[in-house]
């Protein structure tokens, strides 16, 4: 019998720009008695990521652009928010009083292009100032932490990036995948027998996703400072992959 092995790293410090965030997770997984193995993986919160890369800004710092300051009027948002917002943006897809949904420079939809600012604040310092926008190129970010824990291990582990985000039919939040190392994003089994002996043709499982959001129940959204787990057990071959192997071509988008 196989299991999935969920262990929330609930020792790291809070984190800062320029923190060397590879040493600091693989510290946390020794503190705990583990040791790495081939096959294991790191899920980490796009958060911790942001902060350590200086992703993090204040809007008294930010000067809104005229259609910052148009939209802004339009929507009743703060247009400096608006300005964060755009600069991270491809396109906006829908900007109202309740939502403001764009398609992320990344590649992605999301609401307000990813910009958080719960458990932000730092220094005391207003908390409604400061503001995190995901970071530049969470691809490369897990790359380079796979990288370093193969150097310090001599294990293969992957790293998932995640951050919470919305649904188009359904209420609440779930941990998606924003970036990948080794973990395949997706896992295609058509041609597989089910156990009738049918040959699957359409089924294509968001592996990583299904894994992120596993994740994200065990970080929580408040107060628990759970911003990273690792993960034994995962069911899937480790194998090079990328944010964009799971998102759908705008052209094959059913909702645009």
């Not at 802004?72 to 247009?79: F, W």
């Not at 959001?213 to 034994?232: F, K, T, Y």
Request: a neutral charge.
């Amino acid at each position: 019998m196989s299991s999935l092995v969920i262990t929330q790293l609930t020792n790291i410090p809070l984190i800062s720009k320029g923190d060397d965030l590879s040493q600091i997770l693989h510290q946390s997984v020794r503190d705990l008695g583990l040791t790495f193995q081939d096959g294991d993986i790191l899920v980490v919160t796009s958060k911790i990521v942001s902060k350590s890369e200086g992703r993090k800004f204040r809007l008294s710092e930010v000067t809104p652009s005229k259609r910052a300051l148009e939209l802004g009027s339009e929507v009743k948002r703060d247009p400096r928010l608006v300005e964060l917002i755009l600069s991270e943006s491809r396109d906006i897809i829908r900007a109202t009083e309740q939502a403001f949904i764009v398609e992320h420079k990344l590649g992605f939809i999301c609401a307000n292009a990813g910009i958080d600012h719960s458990n932000v604040q730092s220094d005391n310092e207003g908390e409604d100032d400061w503001h995190l926008l995901l970071p530049e190129n969470p691809d490369q970010s897990a790359r380079r932490f796979s990288s370093d824990l193969k150097r310090t291990t001599g294990k293969k582990v992957g790293v998932l990036i995640i951050d919470s985000q919305g649904r188009p039919w359904r209420r609440g939040t779930v941990g998606a995948v924003i970036g990948t190392s080794l973990v395949p994003t997706i896992v295609d089994l058509r041609g597989k027998e089910d156990i009738f002996g049918y040959k699957l043709r359409i089924t294509i499982v968001a592996a990583a996703d299904e894994l992120a959001a596993s994740a994200s129940l065990m970080m929580g959204q408040a107060a628990e400072r759970v911003p990273a787990v690792h993960v034994r057990g995962f069911p899937y071959d480790l194998c090079e992959s990328t944010i964009n192997d799971v998102l759908r071509p705008k052209s094959s988008d059913l909702f645009r």
